[in-house]
């Protein structure tokens, strides 16, 4: 005879225990995937974490035991669950552990259990709501995801299905973002552009982001069709173009930051181009992350990791540079460069009028100080790549690669061995 168990499970906890009726080998139990306990299936709340197993929260798993094992089904109400207990018990295989039709039996696995829910018409919107919270327990700076959902993804795709979106749906979303125009900030005198190539695919990764969320990252998957930016191929770009300074444009820029009023700005500029380290980390800088008696400053590095840290060594010009900076008035919030206002420094504007008065190019940005910082340590042969990539924090070498060609001393050889070839050098 076959044994039937049913499982109440909530569906924010799957809580999972057997209980047994008399006359029928029948269990009901939910499992949770919070805190990994049991509850009785007459408890309204998960006894350990106290999530909801009861109303819309809930979901019944059928159970038979076959002679070759446990199989299952997934259903969403407990009269879908009585309906195919009498379904198994009517069955003339009921005995020997059969279902009358066997695609309602499947296997024990995560596996099976996904291709037993069904997507039921999911909304964009629906799976924000629980993604968003998600992702904030995993990512310093949740506005990675939140800018490109209100901006770009909710308007184009906030009440559309999961399973109406196609890849070709993709490749016109993001050509119609290449397409966009960004107008620069009021303080910019260049003229509107459209989206970069790297802005408009982060924004299509993040669609993708959200169905791999739903498919792999939900217990049991919110979502069970396929994820259509894995066929999505996005255009070949080069990322490798840099705006550094040459040699003549860097002194021009060191001799207005050591005559510029605002020191605190200036110091602050001084020490990304010194250090190589983004605005980002440089600005927020506190004074209890410096250590000038061991020789390093522990920046926290700009990235969407939580609790990532470079323990950066001090060189006798950045010595120079924070003894300044601690001769200037100190702040009580510890920033070593404060506005005014005991504030990280608002710095676009300051940049804008140090461009001007230093004559270098207007395209550049104060994240290119940073491209400066590692093209000349390489170009004048004072660090190899590997040693430049562990100064920048970058985590893999394929992002250092884009100074490679700064750093081959076999092209610079070959290339001038050409000129005693051709007569082109006295030598």
Sequence with gaps: MAVLVFYGLCVNCLCQQLTRNEGKSVAISAYCSYCRSTSPLTLKLCQKCGEPLTGSARAFRVRVKTPSGWKSRVVSTLKEAKALESEFEGSEGAGTGQARQSNQVVSHTPQARR????????????????????VCLRIKDPAFYEN?????????FANRTLESVTTNEL???FAKLRQSPVAP???????????AMKTALDIVKAVGRLYSYAIEDTDPPLYTGSNPFRRFKPPKFNNKVTNDLNLEQSRRLIEVLDAWDNRPAALAFKLCLMTGKR???????????VNLEAGFIRFIVKSRTQDDIQNYPISPGVRLILEEALKLP????GLVFPSEADKVILYPKIWERIKIRARIPQETRAHDLRHTFASRLLSERKATLAEVQKLLNHKSPQMTERYAHLADDAMRRAAQAVDSLFGGSDS
Aim: net charge positive; aromatic share 18%; charged share 15%.
């Design 115 to 134: 291709s037993l829910i069904k997507p039921h018409g999911l909304t964009f919107a629906q799976v924000w709501e629980q993604f968003y919270p998600w």
């Design 148 to 156: 490109k959902w209100r901006n770009h993804i909710a308007p184009a």
């Design 171 to 173: 490749n016109a979303f």
């Design 185 to 195: 900030m009021p303080f910019r005198k260049a003229k509107p552009r459209v989206m």
């Design 279 to 289: 605005t980002g980390e440089v600005f927020p800088l506190v004074w209890r992350n």
């Design 330 to 333: 100190q702040m009580a919030s």
